[in-house]
């Protein structure tokens, strides 16, 4: 054999089987170099078959990674969707639980109990001069009695930080407007000025809020209370009863609180008006570089800066009385 041929046709042949080139005729040499092209093809179609199998299987395998890192993908972007919509169910759930407990609060029946008759509203010089300096000299309108309660600790504590005014101690409702009341019911905030027991207004505005409880509701002063406590400390004190007031500048709601007691206790007669110790509030307001002041230290006597309803009714009188200022002054 030679060249992996078989001897089939009548060919020379050498002593090392090569192949010579003598054919005993013209036809046996096309059959040789037929077969041999039949050969060299059937090699070639092996060689190139066999790439053409492997580039198909990486063309497969290419395919499969897209399909399967497609399906991934997929099935990645499923959970996350999945994922956002328990968060978004769960988001909305407490949401709708939020309304319906605001609505729940809203059409619950405000059990009101009957005001206190053991603690009659008091009207004394301190409320009456209250009034005359929020129409004269802060041009006020509208003005009510809103409350009349005892502070607590808890209205003074920092942490806190409000002044609380429960339903059913409340004078009137009146002190607010159609659309102040939908405001708090729908648990917004207004933003109002307060005056302080010694005539003057607080620097800082205050926050009035509706507080829902379990079965009734409570408007509170909030944001700023704790500076104002601080401010007037002298007369907001533990124990001390206080009267709120309300009333309108330019339309704007304002509140003010007058104390109706403090460490010189008023003295309530007959008629319902206050009689001071006027002994003890005059000498008060004596400077120790008066004649009065000095026959006071000479005497031993330690003068106390006049505070709660005294200081009200000096700082009034200072605006009101005209004999009064020529006195102190």
């Given at each position: 054999m030679?060249?992996?041929?078989?001897r089939s046709?009548?060919?020379?042949w050498?002593?090392?089987?090569?192949?010579?080139?003598g054919?005993?005729n013209?036809?046996?040499?096309?059959?040789?170099?037929?077969?041999k092209?039949d050969?060299?093809?059937?090699?070639k179609?092996?060689?190139?078959?066999t790439?053409?199998?492997?580039?198909a299987?990486?063309?497969?395998e290419?395919?499969?990674?897209k399909?399967?890192?497609?399906?991934?993908?997929?099935a990645a972007?499923q959970?996350?969707?999945?994922?956002?919509?328990k968060?978004?169910?769960?988001?909305?759930?407490?949401?709708?639980d939020?309304?319906n407990?605001?609505?729940?609060?809203?059409?619950?029946?405000?059990?009101?109990?009957?005001k206190?008759?053991?603690?009659?509203?008091e009207?004394?010089?301190?409320?009456?001069?209250l009034?005359?300096?929020?129409v004269n000299?802060?041009?006020?309108t509208?003005?009510?009695?809103?409350?009349q309660?005892?502070?607590?600790?808890?209205?003074?504590e920092?942490?806190?930080?409000?002044?609380?005014m429960?339903?059913?101690q409340l004078?009137?409702l009146?002190?607010?407007?159609?659309d102040?009341?939908?405001?708090?019911?729908?648990?917004k905030?207004?933003?109002?000025?307060?005056?302080?027991?010694r005539l003057?207004?607080h620097e800082?505005s205050?926050?009035?809020?509706?507080?829902?409880?379990?079965?009734?509701?409570?408007?509170v002063?909030?944001?700023n209370?704790?500076?104002f406590?601080?401010?007037?400390?002298e007369?907001?004190?533990?124990?001390?009863?206080i009267?709120?007031w309300?009333?309108?500048?330019?339309?704007?709601?304002?509140f003010a609180?007058?104390?109706?007691?403090?460490?010189?206790?008023?003295?309530?007669?007959?008629?319902g008006?206050?009689?001071?110790?006027?002994?003890?509030?005059?000498?008060g307001?004596f400077?120790?570089?008066?004649?009065?002041?000095?026959?006071?230290?000479?005497?031993g006597?330690?003068?106390k800066?006049?505070c709660g309803?005294?200081a009200?009714?000096i700082?009034a009188?200072r605006h009101?009385s005209?004999?009064?200022?020529?006195?102190?002054?």
């Amino acid at each position: 054999m030679a060249g992996g041929l078989e001897r089939s046709c009548n060919c020379v042949w050498d002593s090392n089987d090569h192949l010579c080139m003598g054919y005993s005729n013209e036809d046996e040499k096309q059959e040789f170099f037929r077969k041999k092209i039949d050969e060299l093809i059937e090699e070639k179609r092996k060689k190139f078959g066999t790439q053409d199998v492997i580039a198909a299987d990486q063309v497969n395998e290419r395919e499969k990674r897209k399909k399967f890192a497609t399906q991934d993908a997929i099935a990645a972007d499923q959970v996350n969707e999945r994922e956002k919509r328990k968060k978004f169910a769960t988001q909305d759930a407490i949401d709708a639980d939020q309304v319906n407990e605001r609505e729940k609060r809203k059409k619950r029946p405000i059990v009101a109990k009957k005001k206190s008759q053991s603690v009659p509203i008091e009207s004394n010089e301190v409320t009456r001069r209250l009034k005359e300096y929020i129409v004269n000299e802060k041009n006020g309108t509208e003005v009510k009695m809103v409350i009349q309660k005892t502070l607590y600790q808890s209205d003074l504590e920092k942490s806190q930080n409000r002044l609380n005014m429960p339903i059913n101690q409340l004078q009137t409702l009146d002190f607010l407007r159609e659309d102040e009341k939908r405001l708090l019911d729908n648990d917004k905030n207004i933003e109002v000025g307060l005056l302080g027991p010694r005539l003057k207004m607080h620097e800082k505005s205050m926050v009035l809020k509706k507080w829902p409880m379990r079965s009734t509701f409570n408007y509170v002063l909030i944001t700023n209370w704790n500076g104002f406590v601080k401010e007037n400390q002298e007369d907001l004190k533990k124990d001390t009863r206080i009267q709120v007031w309300s009333f309108r500048k330019e339309g704007k709601l304002h509140f003010a609180i007058a104390c109706l007691a403090s460490s010189i206790e008023i003295e309530m007669g007959n008629s319902g008006k206050s009689n001071l110790n006027w002994f003890s509030l005059m000498f008060g307001c004596f400077s120790f570089n008066s004649d009065e002041g000095k026959t006071a230290k000479g005497m031993g006597g330690v003068v106390k800066p006049p505070c709660g309803p005294e200081a009200t009714m000096i700082a009034a009188a200072r605006h009101f009385s005209t004999s009064h200022k020529a006195l102190i002054n």
